[in-house]
């Protein structure tokens, strides 16, 4: 069974420019969280889907953020204009409802210039 | 808000035991995950507590004290591949963990 895919693994942009990560959670499984680890810092929350709807964005650090999961299966991340402090790792994980594991993809590590 | 405390690096040897510990201080408790994760690779699963006591699973064990706040992963027989980064996470009375910032671990020969 293939685990949870993201894409690109690695972006380099500059400021100002926008960027779009994509994650692919494992089949079926309809909760779908993103993350970001900062360089230093401790992985943080961002959302969380249940299929296609939000059900708790209270970690997107601001409006320059927009993900999005039409038809409840992938989802991408966007960032737009990217700034200096967007740059880490961007995690995505999947789980089916009602369970206690993630499964985490490897993450899209971002570089703002 | 969430306090999760967790030592940044330890050092051990092939073939021995290591304890990896975790404090954590929260509004509520709703489980306790310890991750491994390799440089470059996506966290990985170990361990779920959410009562008292110790889970064994092979070579890795975790405990938990929700009295005292407090969690610690045991690996035994030590292996070079255990080098990673063990990430503690807590759950508060939500669904979403709160992550340390990991304990990078270092085996050597």
């Known amino acids: 069974e293939a685990g949870v895919t993201q894409f690109p693994s690695h972006s380099v942009i500059e400021k100002g420019q926008t960027v779009t990560l994509r994650c692919d959670p494992i089949?079926?499984?309809?909760?779908l969280y993103w993350y970001r680890r900062v360089m230093g810092k401790e992985i943080k929350f961002l959302l969380h889907?249940?299929?296609?709807?939000?059900?708790?964005e209270s970690g997107m650090p601001n409006n320059r953020f927009l993900a999005e999961r039409t038809g409840g299966t992938y989802s991408t991340l966007k960032v737009q204009p990217a700034e200096l402090e967007d740059s880490g790792v961007y995690f995505c994980?999947?789980?089916?409802?009602?369970?206690?594991?993630?499964?985490f993809g490897p993450g899209t590590r971002l570089t703002v210039l | 808000g969430q306090n999760i405390d967790q030592p940044t690096e330890m050092t051990a040897t092939e073939g021995a035991i290591v304890q990896i510990n975790c404090t954590y201080q929260?509004?509520?408790?709703?489980?306790l995950f310890w991750y491994q994760q390799h440089a470059g690779e996506a966290p990985t699963f170990l361990s779920y507590?959410?009562?008292?006591g110790l889970e064994e699973k092979g070579r890795f064990s975790s405990f938990l004290s929700r009295s005292k706040g407090y969690s610690y992963l045991l690996l035994k027989e030590l292996q070079m591949k255990d080098s990673a980064s063990y990430l503690c996470?807590?759950?508060?009375?939500?669904?979403?963990?709160?992550f340390g910032r990991g304990t990078s671990l270092i085996v050597h020969p």
């Open positions: 994980a999947s789980s089916p409802l009602a369970t206690k594991e993630q499964f």
């Open positions: 507590n959410v009562l008292d």
């Open positions: 996470a807590v759950r508060d009375l939500g669904y979403i963990p709160t």
């Open positions: 889907f249940v299929k296609e709807s939000k059900q708790d």
């Open positions: 929260t509004s509520g408790f709703n489980g």
């Open positions: 089949s079926g499984h309809d909760n």
